[in-house]
């Protein structure tokens, strides 16, 4: 059941997560690209339960760009914003930005805020939800 006061474009959800050592998967404790993608995923499921009282289910993505490293320490923000509504289909927009930052050439577990938060990864993507 679709609650129209939610349902929207322009709607947006954010979470905030702080990326485990345990993710790192690359030397430079790099994060893989699918990091982002399963927190894409998750911002999109609250999204629906927003929209539509239902977790929906994920259909595709498009436009995957991967234009910054995501790294382990980082906090990412993700941003799920509902860009157009079909009878089923919600297409969204998605950004995961690193806006903190490990800097282990300070300490061993010092971190800052930054000054200028680095957009990682941008994507589309399109959640069904039941009729």
């Known amino acids: 059941m679709m609650r129209t006061d939610a349902c929207q474009?322009?709607?947006v959800i954010?979470?905030?997560?702080?990326?485990?050592?345990?993710?790192?998967?690359?030397?430079?404790?790099?994060?893989?690209?699918?990091?982002?993608?399963?927190?894409?995923g998750d911002v999109a499921t609250e999204l629906c339960i927003t929209t539509d009282e239902d977790e929906g289910l994920f259909a595709s993505y498009a436009e995957v760009q991967f234009l910054n490293p995501v790294?382990?320490?980082?906090?990412?923000?993700?941003?799920?914003?509902?860009?157009?509504?079909?009878?089923?289909?919600?297409?969204?927009?998605?950004?995961?930005?690193?806006?903190?930052?490990?800097t282990p050439e300070v300490s061993e577990s010092a971190a800052r805020v930054l000054d200028e938060p680095l957009v990682a990864t941008t994507a589309r993507g399109t959640c069904v939800v039941p009729a």
């Open 71 to 102: 790294r382990a320490g980082d906090v990412l923000e993700v941003r799920a914003e509902l860009v157009r509504v079909g009878s089923r289909s919600r297409e969204i927009a998605f950004t995961a930005t690193v806006i903190a930052r490990g």
């Open 9 to 11: 474009p322009g709607l």
């Open 14 to 40: 954010t979470h905030r997560r702080y990326v485990p050592f345990s993710h790192a998967h690359y030397a430079g404790n790099l994060v893989d690209g699918a990091y982002s993608l399963g927190l894409f």
